[in-house]
């Protein structure tokens, strides 16, 4: 039992975390009617839907089959590199941060380590977290952090485009710089051939689309939250088990603990005053010691200023290793792998994600 109790807490850290800390709260403001008022449902029903599409998608394996094709149109190592981050960067635009690193993070491995090439896998899985984690923020369903704050403040479309799209040009310079410091080394890729279910692909990609349509209000939420898992009953109940629900849980209990303190008179006084400040720093220093999910649902109640709070919870996606979930995923995936090399991956990511973190916020300082 103790076993099973350890393996929970070791695979599900951030979820874990998340429910102590909610469980604490609730001593100090107990239950009652207003907890409700905590959850965003459309938050919740936007994310699995996106999840379980994806889930689906990999299933028939859709993102493999797209990404080896462009793949194996590159030689050598390095045009490989800046192909897997392109791909990790524009996967996650539309699939979330998580899903583009579960999905890509394995086709790294494959070709770096069918080829020869495994000195590179240290600085090719840190570029695609980066890049992960940078070109999910245009797009409000790139990170989970951007659809909750795209819903709760109620974000047009059009401006939230217009916030992010600095930041993501300014973060695809400086991704596209640091993959030359592969060297372009010849490389041949062995990698398997699979064919393509087109039935089953074009019925999830009509589900993806749905998806996103609810995401941009075209339509009730509560649509896709009947639509999607019966359709997925009968063409892949797989997909509705493999859902990340640690991520949906996580969401759930942060949105407890962030109500209950935003109803702590000392804590609301405390963060607004730090929030005033700048919004913008503190998100981005709040980031590296709470991750960046739980970071904009607890600052979402102490601040209007959503733009600077928005590009704060997305830059601040670098930096520490718990920064971002995805980052967490990343550095899973590598360990799978390299169990011998955990000092060395986390001092080269260190080194990189600190970098683009101080860079961006010198660069969004000059701009807001």
Known sequence: MMKMISGFIKKNMVLTIAIVAAALTCF?????????????????????????????????????????????KFRNTRRCVIALVYITFIGSMFIANDMALLTFLPLGYLILTSTGKEKYMAITFILQNISANLGGMLTPFGNPQNLFLYTKFNIP????????????????????????????E?????????????????????????????????????????????????????????????????????????GNMARIDAVRNFFSALLEKSTLVFSILSCQIISNVPSAVL??????????????????????????LASLITFREYIKSNPSEGLYYIGLFSFFNFAFVIILTLAMLLII
């Open 28 to 72: 100090i403001i107990p239950p009652d009617r207003e907890y409700l008022g905590y959850f965003d449902f459309k938050t919740l029903t936007c994310l699995f839907c996106v999840l379980a599409v994806v889930c689906a998608l990999k299933n028939v394996r859709f993102f493999y089959i797209l990404a080896q094709k462009i793949v194996e």
């Open 157 to 184: 479309t059009f401006e939230f485009v217009q916030i992010m799209l600095p930041p993501f040009v300014f973060s695809m310079l400086l991704i596209t710089a640091c993959c030359f410091l592969v060297k372009p």
């Open 186 to 258: 010849k490389l041949e890729f062995m990698g398997e051939a699979y064919n393509l279910n087109r039935k089953k692909t074009a019925l999830y990609l009509v589900l993806f689309a749905l998806s996103i349509i609810i995401v941009f209000r075209v339509i009730p939420y509560q649509i896709g939250l009947v639509i999607i898992p019966a359709v997925l009953i009968f063409a892949d109940r797989k997909a509705l088990l493999q859902v990340d629900y640690g991520l949906l849980g996580t969401f759930a209990a942060f949105f407890v603990f962030a």
């Open 299 to 324: 600052l979402s109640q102490f601040t209007e200023n959503y733009k600077e709070l928005l590009l704060g919870v997305n830059i601040g996606g670098a930096g520490t290793l718990i920064a971002s």
